[in-house]
């Protein structure tokens, strides 16, 4: 018998991810073992699996389940990949990578967020994944270069420092937007000194808050 939480799980993935666009099997699998309910408090429970972002504390969300398989089906991962994500917020997203990748580093910039997330991770068993607390928009450079850095906050413009610490070939997906809550989604790729970049559509996240971000209120 599968437990209610998998079982619906398993429901959200196939009903509603792979309804939405959401193709790559890697991808799937990631969404369907993560147990997104570990990530928040228990009077959640009853509506974790809605396809819809959550609150977390400090103002922050957990992602909707949608955005987090779109953006990590965007950065392209391998198996070998070494991911930076900012924004570590409940630590789901970074989950999610950890499935994904070898290793991920994840930044939070509020201490109280970053502290739970990486109890949750090392409860569930996530040696893979590597939580700092620090400002995102600086990168992290004691860990680059990195094949991915995916960025779950939206800023106004893509801070110079994640070309710097990408290796050839990685890629960059960030909400980049004029206002702190709407944003486009885009994803950067190096190539040699080139870097590329496409619009995949409009999302709404969290402002992306620090030095090379927005200001905090
Ligand atoms: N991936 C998260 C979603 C987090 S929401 C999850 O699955 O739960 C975005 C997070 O980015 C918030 O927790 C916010 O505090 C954080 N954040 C905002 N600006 C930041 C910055 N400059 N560096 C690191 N984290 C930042």
Redesign the pocket.
């Known amino acids: 018998m599968l437990d209610s939480f998998t079982a619906r799980r398993r429901a959200l993935v196939d009903k509603v991810l792979s309804q939405r666009g959401i193709d790559d099997p890697r991808v799937l699998s990631a969404m369907r073992t993560v147990p997104r309910e570990a990530?928040v408090d228990d009077q959640l429970h009853d509506v974790i699996y809605r396809d819809c972002a959550q609150p977390?504390g400090?103002?922050?969300?957990?992602?909707q389940p949608f955005t987090?398989a779109f953006m990590v089906q965007a950065a392209r991962l391998r198996p070998s990949d070494r991911i930076l994500?900012?924004?570590?917020?409940?630590?789901?997203?970074?989950a999610?990578l950890a499935e994904l990748g070898e290793i991920v580093h994840t930044?939070?910039?509020?201490p109280e967020?970053a502290a739970s997330?990486a109890r949750t991770l090392a409860a569930l068993g996530y040696g893979n994944v590597h939580v700092h607390t620090?400002?995102?928009?600086?990168g992290f450079p004691d860990a680059a270069p990195y094949d991915a850095i995916v960025v779950?906050?939206g800023a106004a413009e893509l801070p110079a420092c994640y070309r710097e610490q990408l290796c050839d070939g990685g890629r960059i997906v960030i909400p980049l937007g004029e206002t702190q809550r709407r944003q486009k989604l885009f994803r950067f790729e190096l190539r040699g000194q080139e870097l590329s970049v496409e619009d995949l559509g409009d999302f709404a996240?969290?402002?992306?808050?620090?030095?090379h971000?927005w200001r905090a209120e």
């Open positions: 990530f977390i400090y103002g922050q969300t957990i992602s987090v994500e900012v924004g570590t917020g409940s630590g789901y997203g970074a999610v930044l939070e910039r509020l967020l997330a620090g400002d995102g928009t600086l779950t906050a996240f969290v402002p992306l808050i620090g030095e971000g």
